[in-house]
């Protein structure tokens, strides 16, 4: 697939972005209704999708296979954390002041919302069953691993990653594997796939919003910034080509983890970072400046892993 190709499938979800960052500026779009909007998405929304997407996918014959993916998502991040925590000190960072956020922050690509649409328009709608596969195993990595990291490993909210979207995956896996499928009404199968569709561009909506609040809440520290960038979109996605090329994963797989290694840092760990003691300054640097970064990188990283694993 041309660079040109992957730019046509990935720079909607960046103008979707934009346009909920130009929403927010503009005052459309009030920080009053995140909270709700929030809400609707992940206990709605993303279960609907969710179920549409899992319930009867044939990529998700192979159980051993859902199996490795929800293992990769929690390996790949955990494995990203320690290398990004080993490197804070030549950078200048020190605990309390920034290091373990730049690790937490920089360690989790965005591997949802911005994911999602990339997928589906590279690889088809069966893939992103596939995608929730692997980001069971990515959501239990921030609950343990990732907020561990900031307050201590014997304080981390474990209970956390039982959480709306993770239960909605589990439900719709089981229901799946039980062969529930073909019996789901045409009529309610459309209702779901509906409602499920209004998550993905809601949830970018929001994302973009995000980020528009960072910017210009802390000085701008460009060696904090410009690190984080070449961790998250250059070193790091080496971690996901390695797995990909030593593993035994089938296509579908190595058609995730191309996309997977491209994505920016999570918006998600701004939250994390507030709630649990860290260093907002340093988040929002590492959000901002990978997302940016991840317009120009993400259509020829992508291209490249695809060329890589020769899919």
Partial sequence: ??????LTATMPVYLTMLTGALARKFGWLKKESDAGIMTLAIRLLFPCLAVERIVGNPALKNGLQVLLAASLGFGLVVVAMFLCYWVTPLLGLKRGEGARTFALCTSFQNYGFVAIPVTEALFGKP???VLFTYTLGVEIAMWTAGVGLLTGFGKAPWRHAINPPVLSILVALGLHYAGVGAYIPTMLHTLMGQLGACAVPLCVILIGASIMDLIGEERFAWGTAVSSAVLRQLVLPWTF???????PLGTEMKQILSVQAAMPAAVFTMVLTRHYGGHPPTAMLVIVATTVASIFTAPFAIGFAMRWFGI
């Avoid at 697939?1 to 992957?6: H, I, K, Q």
């Avoid at 080509?241 to 593993?247: I, K, S, T, V």
């Fill in 241 to 247: 080509l390695l797995a990909g090329m030593l593993l």
């Fill in 1 to 6: 697939m041309s660079p040109a190709a992957v």
């Fill in 127 to 129: 893939l992103v069953g």
